[in-house]
């Protein structure tokens, strides 16, 4: 049965145990997302509105902290995210994103859990969400975008979610110059990336991560 866990920062995260994995860095939930997704992602892109593909949308942490960026911007953001195991109420409502998300925090990760799933709903001043409730694996993805948020569970873990065939999948729907950041730094990943005409980028990672990667579709 998953378990929610405090990490580093003092933000949660949960742990699986069935495959003895994390939804987020042990060093710091909040961090880990900010750095890779917010830092090196969203504010990297600057397409403008911007179109973001989510593979793995979990705690919703990464839609949130997105979400207080674009209320603090001008651009028009359209946030797609897909989830095969959408997460209860009862654990949803006992993570403390809100602490760690300024004054909006609360009511917006609120909004963003109350939204319903598979349809477009804006959640706030130039935020849209579309939860997409589907296999990764066997989805054809809709649309196109600008910057793919990769955050699946780790390639050791669930290998089937970082195949090149997969990569390629996404890589279709990427636009030129679009842009995908992920945690893993792993050989196999950069060379799948780069097979899927991606060039491919080492950056330093958050706290417990020395690089992570962000890929440019050329
Ligand atoms: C590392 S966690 C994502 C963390 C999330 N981005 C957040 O901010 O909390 C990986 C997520 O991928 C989801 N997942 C696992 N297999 C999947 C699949 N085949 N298709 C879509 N989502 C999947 C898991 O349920 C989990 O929510």
């Given at each position: 049965m998953n378990q929610i866990i405090k990490t580093s920062d003092g933000s949660h995260t949960i742990y699986v145990p069935e495959i003895d994995e994390h939804y987020h860095s042990v060093h710091g939930a909040v961090q880990e997302s900010t750095v890779?997704?917010?830092?090196?992602?969203?504010?990297?892109?600057?397409?403008?509105?911007?179109?973001?593909?989510?593979?793995?949308?979990?705690?919703?942490?990464?839609?949130?902290?997105?979400?207080?960026?674009?209320?603090?911007?001008?651009?028009?953001?359209?946030?797609?995210?897909i989830e095969n195991y959408p997460l209860d109420n009862k654990t949803i409502s006992s993570l403390n994103y809100n602490e760690f998300?300024?004054?909006?925090?609360?009511?917006?990760?609120?909004?963003?859990?109350l939204s319903p799933w598979n349809t477009r709903v804006n959640i706030c001043k130039n935020f849209n969400l579309h939860k997409m409730e589907?296999?990764?694996?066997?989805?054809?993805?809709?649309?196109?975008?600008?910057?793919?948020?990769?955050?699946?569970?780790?390639?050791?873990?669930?290998?089937?979610?970082?195949?090149?065939k997969m990569f390629s999948g996404i890589s279709d729907v990427t636009n030129k110059k679009g842009i995908l950041v992920t945690y893993?730094?792993?050989?196999?990943?950069?060379?799948?990336?780069?097979?899927?005409?991606?060039?491919?980028?080492?950056?330093?990672?958050?706290?417990?991560?020395?690089?992570?990667i962000r890929a440019v579709k050329i």
């Amino acid at each position: 049965m998953n378990q929610i866990i405090k990490t580093s920062d003092g933000s949660h995260t949960i742990y699986v145990p069935e495959i003895d994995e994390h939804y987020h860095s042990v060093h710091g939930a909040v961090q880990e997302s900010t750095v890779i997704f917010i830092n090196s992602g969203f504010d990297f892109c600057k397409a403008d509105p911007i179109s973001i593909l989510e593979v793995g949308f979990g705690t919703g942490l990464n839609a949130l902290l997105t979400a207080i960026k674009s209320i603090e911007g001008t651009r028009e953001v359209n946030y797609t995210s897909i989830e095969n195991y959408p997460l209860d109420n009862k654990t949803i409502s006992s993570l403390n994103y809100n602490e760690f998300a300024g004054e909006n925090g609360r009511e917006i990760f609120h909004l963003i859990h109350l939204s319903p799933w598979n349809t477009r709903v804006n959640i706030c001043k130039n935020f849209n969400l579309h939860k997409m409730e589907a296999d990764f694996t066997k989805e054809k993805l809709p649309g196109k975008y600008d910057l793919i948020y990769f955050d699946a569970f780790g390639p050791d873990k669930q290998p089937e979610m970082w195949t090149r065939k997969m990569f390629s999948g996404i890589s279709d729907v990427t636009n030129k110059k679009g842009i995908l950041v992920t945690y893993s730094a792993k050989g196999e990943v950069k060379r799948s990336l780069k097979a899927c005409g991606f060039e491919v980028t080492l950056l330093p990672g958050p706290p417990g991560k020395r690089q992570m990667i962000r890929a440019v579709k050329i």
